[in-house]
């Protein structure tokens, strides 16, 4: 039994040397390359859907200049999609439980399209700042709120689907042991809390589908 919960989320290291890259890129290793036959198999075609799928669901709110972020967009969706799923077998490591790889993906992302909006439409970006027909008196409180607001979303991002995982994941181990612990005293209580156990675990699954495609969401926004 681990002494303390969250050094299930330390980095693992092998001879001192961090894991951490081999966990980040295994998941481009387990998705299959499209091949160039006219006819491909079940697997490259249900993956070829699933992308064309949440590409134009992405896309939906987005104009037409905006398309061209797709291709970025959708690999960072199956690269975040990946690392959850894979996360929650057992003896694995989920990187995005780090804050600092979080936030490494956030604040890249969000930079570029706040520098994009303020070359190509500056007199937007900006108009974002203050809400139209504001009271004269609320102007400075309102662009000083909107701005902290544009700061504080690339933190929000990275917190929020940090939050997410760790809480889910630590609900599981905690369920866990519990169900372990009374397998020996308690029979029937330990069957109950296994069976809340899978379901938990389901519902990690689809919390893992979700956050994956909200931090892409509200990234595109």
Do not use: C
Request: aromatic share 10%; glycine share 4%; no cysteine.
């Amino acid at each position: 039994m681990m002494t303390n919960l969250f050094d299930q989320f330390m980095s693992p290291t092998y001879l001192g040397m961090p894991l951490i890259v081999l966990a980040l890129g295994l998941p481009w290793i387990l998705w299959p390359s499209p091949s160039s036959r006219w006819l491909n198999n079940r697997l490259v075609t249900l993956q070829s859907w699933f992308l064309n799928r949440f590409t134009q669901q992405l896309l939906l709110p987005i104009n037409t200049g905006g398309h061209k972020w797709a291709l970025i967009l959708a690999s960072l969706m199956t690269f975040l999609l990946s690392m959850n799923l894979l996360g929650l077998l057992p003896y694995t490591f989920t990187p995005t439980t780090q804050l600092s790889l979080n936030m490494g993906l956030a604040v890249p992302f969000w930079l570029a399209t706040v520098i994009i909006g303020m070359r190509n439409q500056p007199t937007a970006a900006l108009g974002h700042l203050l809400p139209e027909g504001t009271p004269t008196p609320l102007i400075p409180v309102l662009i000083v709120i909107e701005t902290i607001s544009l700061f504080i979303r690339p933190l929000a991002l990275g917190v929020r689907l940090t939050a997410n995982l760790t809480a889910g994941h630590l609900l599981i181990q905690l369920i866990a042991t519990a169900a372990f612990t009374l397998m020996t005293s308690m029979t029937t209580v330990a069957l109950l809390t296994t069976s809340i156990l899978f379901l938990l675990t389901l519902l990690e699954i689809a919390v893992a589908m979700i956050k994956a495609y909200v931090f892409v969401l509200l990234l595109s926004l």
